[in-house]
């Protein structure tokens, strides 16, 4: 009986050797090299900032927002007047070196002035004609005699005087430089921080926020009562500023 249990002991021993050579194939015991490939497959770390690049640029054009403001009992009247006046701003504009394509409407409202006139506002209605355009003017020292050659030519709305430059690729390229430089700097001092480093660009973007704004507020526009002689504009200085977001990956 006991040799029965010893046989039948290695017959058990060896249907266990056998299911191990089976499943074997199966298992990834692998070698070191490749349990080293296989966590470099892992997860990757990193780090993503946002970098800010700001730049000042010097305008080189002045929009003007300008035009006449007409009444009258009847809207026929109102309009000629407006148009007749307009004629000779647009006239005045063009002797002071405005070319055609830098003058563009902005605006033209014909309406019934409904304030309160007592009882007499059904019999004496007022119309009111507004027209309004936007002119480019590209040489800065002449903003003033242009605003005086409008209003001496009729001009009694003026809207407000900005200011923008034509090309701005030079102000983003150097916007952009300093986002990306401002980018790394915010990247190395959070890693410094964490105690890793910053490994290579894993992806870059930029953030479409990027406008050109007056750098100190307001613009100085001083005109005598007379507009005689010329307006005293400060042009200032334009701040351009952009967003860069950049990932990082750590080491």
Request: a negative charge.
């Amino acid at each position: 009986m006991s040799r029965f249990k010893a046989l039948a002991g290695i017959a058990v021993t060896g249907l266990l050797v056998v299911a191990l050579v089976a499943i074997a194939p199966s298992l990834n015991w692998g070698t070191p090299a490749q349990a080293q490939a296989a966590d470099a497959t892992g997860p990757t770390r990193y780090i993503t900032v946002v970098g800010q690049g700001r730049t000042t640029v010097v305008p080189d054009i002045a929009s003007l927002e300008l035009g006449v403001q007409t009444s009258a009992a009847t809207v026929e009247e109102a309009m000629t007047t407006n148009t007749d006046t307009m004629d000779a701003i647009l006239a005045a504009l063009a002797e002071a070196g405005i070319a055609d394509k830098d003058v563009q409407t902005s605006s033209y409202n014909i309406y019934l002035d409904e304030g309160y006139r007592g009882p007499e506002m059904a019999s004496n209605p007022v119309y009111r004609v507004s027209n309004m355009v936007n002119v480019k003017v590209r040489d800065l020292e002449t903003v003033g005699e242009v605003l005086d050659a409008a209003v001496t030519a009729g001009a009694n709305q003026i809207w407000g005087v900005s200011f923008t430059v034509e090309d701005r690729t030079a102000a983003e390229e150097e916007a952009r430089a300093k986002a990306v430089a401002d980018a790394r700097t915010r990247a190395e001092a959070l890693a410094a921080l964490a105690e890793v480093e910053v490994g290579e660009v894993l992806s870059i973007s930029e953030i479409i926020t990027g406008v050109i704004s007056p750098l100190y507020s307001g613009v100085a526009m001083e005109m005598s009562a007379g507009m005689g002689g010329g307006g005293s504009i400060a042009p200032g200085e334009l701040d351009y500023s952009t967003s860069i977001q950049v990932t990082y990956a750590l080491k």
